[in-house]
Each structure stands twice: as C-alpha cells, then as structure tokens.
C-alpha cells in the first residue's frame, strides 16, 4: 500500500509539473495571466504606479514611447503603452469592462486633450503593428481575443 501511495504522489507531482509547464508557456514567459490589457504584470505595475501618482506625463512618457518607436518594441514598454491608452480612454469616459476599480477613483475628474487621446491611439496601432507583444500573442491560442481587445480600444478611444 505504501509503494502504491508514493507511485500515486509521484505521477501526481510528474503531472502538475507538466501543468504548470503548460501554463508558463501559455502565459508567454511574460507575466500575463489573461489577453485583457491590465492581465499581466507590466500593465499592473503601470497601473499602481498610475494609481499612487495620477498625472498626464506618466501617461504621455508611455505612449510616445510606443508610437515614436522605429523598431519593433519589446514586451515591457508595450504592454505599458497598452495600459496606458487604457487610463486614456477610461478618462474620456470610455472604460474597458473590465477596467481595474482602484483606477477608477484615480482618473475620475481628470481630462486629457486631444493631443494626449490622438498619441493614445497611435501608441495602440504601433503596439498591434509591430511589437515583441504582438508577435507572442501571434504564437497563442487567445491571439484572436487579444486582436480583438486592441480594436475594441481604439475604438473606445476614437468614441465622440
């Protein structure tokens, strides 16, 4: 029975293993729990970061970072771009449903100018061109969900 048992444990152990292998490579290697522009930890750490000191010029260091970029951007700075066009278009009053509440409190009676807005779906459109972001989410099974949240931003973003 104890032979038994310890085989038992062993093929438990050898299985769970292989699971979290399975979600690590799932995950991108990057921190990303889910496709939602805030499920990974860059976009969370922007968010906090945003949340203890909400000002405009953390949001506009992370876009221009994305949109002025030539080359392809890595993985960090587009995943903050994405956060960011994400406070952008909740402070236009265009929030994502799943937009993280803390944050919510933070942007409530901020306002961005257009220019700030029109660099928010710049940085977008570069993120979805042409990034390391990109080109993970390309290798993953949740690519189209992940397309289909950028657009659903931009068109937040674009929102009258």
Same mark, same amino acid.
């Given at each position: 029975?104890?032979?038994?048992?310890?085989?038992?444990?062993?093929?438990? #152990?050898? #299985?769970?293993?292989?699971?979290?292998?399975?979600?690590?490579?799932?995950?991108?290697?990057?921190?990303?729990?889910?496709?939602?522009?805030?499920?990974?930890?860059?976009?969370?750490?922007?968010?906090?970061?945003?949340?203890?000191?909400?000002?405009?010029?953390?949001?506009?260091?992370?876009?221009?970072?994305?949109?002025?970029?030539?080359?392809?951007?890595?993985?960090?700075?587009?995943?903050?771009?994405?956060? %960011?066009?994400?406070?952008?278009?909740?402070?236009?009053?265009?929030?994502?449903?799943?937009?993280?509440?803390?944050?919510?409190?933070?942007?409530?009676?901020?306002?961005?100018?257009?220019?700030? %807005?029109?660099?928010?779906?710049?940085?977008?459109?570069?993120?979805?061109?042409?990034?390391?972001?990109?080109?993970?989410?390309?290798?993953?099974?949740?690519?189209?969900?992940?397309?289909?949240?950028?657009?659903?931003?931009?068109?937040?973003?674009? %929102?009258?």
């Amino acid at each position: 029975m104890r032979n038994f048992a310890a085989k038992q444990n062993r093929r438990f #152990c050898v #299985c769970y293993s292989y699971f979290l292998y399975q979600q690590r490579n799932i995950t991108h290697h990057m921190g990303t729990w889910d496709y939602h522009n805030f499920d990974n930890d860059d976009a969370a750490d922007f968010a906090e970061n945003f949340r203890q000191d909400p000002n405009e010029a953390i949001l506009y260091e992370a876009l221009a970072t994305a949109a002025e970029t030539e080359d392809s951007l890595e993985i960090p700075e587009a995943a903050e771009a994405l956060a %960011a066009a994400e406070i952008v278009a909740a402070i236009l009053g265009h929030p994502a449903t799943d937009f993280l509440p803390g944050l919510l409190l933070a942007v409530n009676g901020m306002e961005v100018d257009d220019d700030l %807005a029109d660099l928010a779906v710049e940085a977008v459109e570069a993120v979805v061109r042409k990034s390391e972001l990109q080109e993970e989410w390309a290798n993953s099974p949740d690519y189209p969900k992940w397309q289909q949240q950028q657009q659903d931003l931009l068109a937040r973003l674009q %929102a009258e």
